[in-house]
């Protein structure tokens, strides 16, 4: 099996506070935490330790040869960890990230102190969902190309109606780096992931989930379900972004992973 690399730069992580894990959404690479990076760490890099990894087929990494699993996903998390010598972390995301985080709270449990559920859900795609996967999957392995992705309008339809152009080109310019492959192994993962309800209710650890207002991917009703399920949850909805609240947002955004990490005991 052929392991993923961490981004240059952050195989170490930034500061030297909380361990922190973001993953970033499909089909984009650890770039759009770029944002996040230094100002979640502190001033001093004491708040906290920030790792933001590409994911498998995305920015630098490798796809590597296994079967579309975001379980193997959460397992390169914990091999990322491994390799920093971090026992425990507060592990987050964004949509397909919050998969992944979620896959990562059931195989991993005990390295986790916290974990961050933004713009994501819980349960297991409808059929639709699942169809429409395998047709774009198909779609950009056939045309060896993302412009698909560009072509139906997915940048716009991932952001808020007050979103402006430059924030547009900027996601539609992350969107068109992705790899084809990448994209339909990432397609095929999530289709093939079940519910993760029953995961957090289990889960003894502080969370925080966090939602754009006119987010139409993973709406509010879909936050909610989660922030009930965790023992010890704090909601945030950011009024008038979309799906992208952390690159829409990006204040409002940090300022609740900060809340977060002044709840957290490693």
């Not at 500061?15 to 690479?29: I, K, N, R």
């Not at 990494?61 to 996903?73: I, K, R, Y």
């Not at 990322?80 to 985080?101: I, Q």
């Not at 925080?208 to 987010?215: K, N, S, T």
Request: hydrophobic fraction near 50%; glycine fraction near 8%.
């Amino acid at each position: 099996m052929t392991l993923p690399t961490t981004p240059p730069g952050h195989a170490h992580g930034t500061g030297t506070g909380t361990p922190l894990v973001l993953l970033h959404a499909f089909p984009f690479s650890a770039r759009m935490w770029s944002a996040q990076l230094e100002r979640l760490a502190g001033p001093a890099g004491e708040l906290a330790r920030v790792f933001a990894p590409d994911q498998r087929g995305f920015g630098s990494a490798p796809l590597g040869d296994d079967e579309p699993s975001l379980d193997t996903v959460a397992d390169d998390v914990a091999r990322l960890l491994d390799a920093a010598g971090v026992e425990r972390a507060v592990v987050g995301g964004l949509s397909m990230g919050g998969y992944v985080a979620m896959a990562f709270a059931r195989r991993h449990p005990d390295r986790l102190c916290g974990l961050l559920l933004a713009d994501t859900k819980a349960g297991p795609d409808a059929e639709p969902a699942r169809t429409n996967r395998e047709r774009i999957a198909s779609a950009v392995l056939a045309r060896d190309s993302v412009r698909l992705l560009v072509d139906e309008r997915m940048a716009e339809n991932l952001l808020g109606p007050a979103a402006g152009p430059e924030l547009i080109a900027e996601v539609r310019e992350m969107i068109a780096e992705a790899s084809p492959r990448a994209v339909a192994w990432a397609q095929r993962a999530m289709s093939a992931r079940g519910d993760s309800l029953e995961v957090l209710a289990g889960l003894p650890v502080p969370a925080a989930v966090i939602v754009g207002e006119a987010d139409s991917v993973t709406p509010i009703a879909e936050a909610r379900m989660l922030a009930e399920a965790m023992a010890d949850a704090e909601l945030t909805v950011i009024p008038a972004v979309g799906h992208l609240s952390s690159l829409e947002a990006p204040e409002t955004f940090d300022a609740a992973v900060r809340a977060l990490l002044r709840r957290v005991r490693v």
